[in-house]
C-alpha cells in the first residue's frame, strides 16, 4: 500500500528554518518522483519543488529558489524539504505527492497520484 507521511511543519518567525519531511511506503523512491506542493488560504494549490526517480531537481517555483532545497534519503525512502529564511508568505499546508514515473518530475498536480496528508508551516512573529 502506498502511503506518504509528512512531518515537521511548525510556527515559525519570518527568517527561520525548517526541515519538512515526507516518508515514503509501499514504493521505492528508484522509481517514482517525489514532488512537494503547498496550498495557502483560498488560493489554489501550487507547486514548490520536486525530485524525480533519478534525482534531478528541476527549479519551477522562482519565489523559493536559493531558499528552499529538496534532498532524498533513498535508504529512509524519505524526501526531504529544508526551507531557509522563511517569509510570512510561505505560510501554506505543505504536501507531498508521488508519481510512478522515470520521467523528469514537474509542478502540474495532475502528474502526481499518490498525496500525503498535508503538514502546515506558519510563519508569523
Known amino acids: 500500500q502506498v502511503q506518504l507521511v509528512e512531518s515537521g511543519g511548525d510556527l515559525v518567525q519570518p527568517g527561520g528554518s525548517l526541515r519538512l519531511s515526507c516518508a515514503a511506503s509501499g514504493f521505492s523512491l528508484d522509481y517514482y518522483a517525489i514532488g512537494w506542493f503547498r496550498q495557502a488560504p483560498g488560493k489554489e494549490r501550487e507547486g514548490v519543488s520536486c525530485i524525480s526517480s533519478g534525482g534531478s531537481r528541476p527549479a519551477f517555483k522562482e519565489s523559493v529558489q536559493g531558499r528552499f532545497t529538496i534532498a532524498r534519503d533513498i535508504v529512509k525512502n524519505t524526501v526531504y524539504l529544508q526551507m531557509n529564511n522563511l517569509k510570512p508568505e510561505d505560510t501554506a499546508v505543505y504536501y507531498c505527492?508521488?508519481?510512478?514515473?522515470?520521467?523528469?518530475?514537474?509542478?502540474?498536480?495532475?502528474?502526481?497520484?499518490?498525496w500525503g496528508q498535508g503538514t502546515q508551516v506558519t510563519v508569523s512573529s
Open positions: 505527492a508521488a508519481r510512478n514515473s522515470r520521467m523528469p518530475c514537474g509542478s502540474l498536480i495532475d502528474q502526481y497520484t499518490f
